[in-house]
Structure formats: C-alpha cells, structure tokens
C-alpha cells in the first residue's frame, strides 16, 4: 500500500495548482532561505573562531633589523616593510631615545598614513582620521580600530622589529 | 467539511507566519552578532569570537527547528 507522500510527486508538492497550497510552498520557501542564511551568519562566527585559535597558536613573528639607532633625526621617520615584504609600516623617533613604529595600513580604509610634525600624530589623508604616535590609539576621525603597533627592542645601536599587537589576531 | 478545511488551513498559515516573523528576529540578531564580533576580532579581542560562535549556533538551532516545525504544520495542514 503506497502512503499520500509517495503518491504525490515532489514537482506536485513545489508547483501546487491550488491557491491555498500555493500559499504554503513559497512561505516554506521563504523560511527555508531564511533558516540557510542563519546556517551563513554560524559559518562566518565559526571561521571567526578558527581564524582566532590558529593566530593564536602561529609562531611568533621574526625579529628583523629595521633601523640604526642614529639614523633618523628626532621628528623623522623610516619606513620599512614587516612582518613580511608589502606590508608597509612607519618608523618615527618621537623623542632623542624614543622610536614607535606602526602599520602604514589606516584601520579604516586602509591608505598610507603619515607622521605630521606639526600635530605630532599619525594621520590619515584619505579621511583625517588621527592616530596617536605613542600607542596607535585613535584620536580623531572615522576609524575605530588602533593601528597595528611593530614592538621594538634595541640591540647596540639596532632598532630590531620583534612582533605585532593590536593586529586582531592576538 | 470544506468550509472546516479552509480554516484549519487558515490557522496553519497564521502559525507559519508567526514562525516566520520569529526567524527573522532571530536572524537580525545573528547578523548583529557576527558583525560585532568580527569588529572585536578585527580590533585585537579573539576572546569574543567563541561565545559568538556558542550564541550564533544556538540561533541557528533555533532557526532549523522552526524550519522544521513549518514543515509539519504544511504537512498536517495539507493532510
């Protein structure tokens, strides 16, 4: 003995000639593109979390000579690529023993930004958003993410890159 | 008996669209979610991105039964 759901073929069940069981098909329809598109938001939070756990685990970022210690005026800046090549960053010798060096990269859109000696800030063009030269912290403007820091460590008169924060992997 | 069919079929539907306002409530938080927690991924804190993973699977679970629940209520409603 065959059951109704047997009898009644699935191009049946989608392409309903009664009105009423129309109204059911495209409602179900709906939920299910619904319910695919929240199997979508999971996804995204999961690769979230995968992309999290294996930054965390990655090793450490090499030490790279950047800079002599004398080599740039107080005021000035270098820049240099690090961790890797085409990663842009900025060295700025805030003060006669003090260097801080960033990501060239605004968190906002991402153009290059500059050192302004005037406002003794870090400052994107694009949009004036405002970085502070001390910690990459955000002044002014419309990023909401500090810049990456490059920690420095100083070994004779070499200015060595050792690592990054604030690079929403750590 | 026709006219009992009709309204049976009258409350499925209304139950469905109830079921379908509920999931895209639900979905309008999931979103929500996922963008906060890849900003504070983005901004440095990856402490956030598994209680958004937990919340965000428990709104999926929550979206599929009630897929599931349509599906039965178009079923009853048709038989």
Known sequence: MQTKQQKTPLWREEFSVFKNDERYVSRRQLTKFLTLTSLAMFAGNIWILVRSLWKGKAAGLPGVAIARAGEIPVGGVKLFQYPVQGEQCILVRTAEETYAAFSQKCTHLSCAVYYSKESQDLVCPCHEGHFSVHDGSVLQGPPTRPLPAVTLQRRGDELIAIGMTNTGAD | ?79
Do not use: N
């Not at chain 2, 927690?37 to 009630?66: K, M, N, Q, R, W």
């Open chain 2, 1 to 79: 008996m026709r006219a009992e069919r009709f309204s049976q079929q009258g409350r499925g539907l209304t139950v469905i669209d109830g079921a379908l306002a509920l999931i895209v409530m639900l979905l309008m938080v999931q979103i929500w979610l996922l963008s906060a927690t890849l900003d504070a991924y983005l901004a440095g804190h990856g402490e956030a991105a598994l209680p958004g993973a937990i919340v965000s699977g428990l709104l999926f679970a929550v979206c599929a039964g009630l897929y599931l629940f349509v599906r039965r209520i178009e079923r009853a409603a048709k038989d």
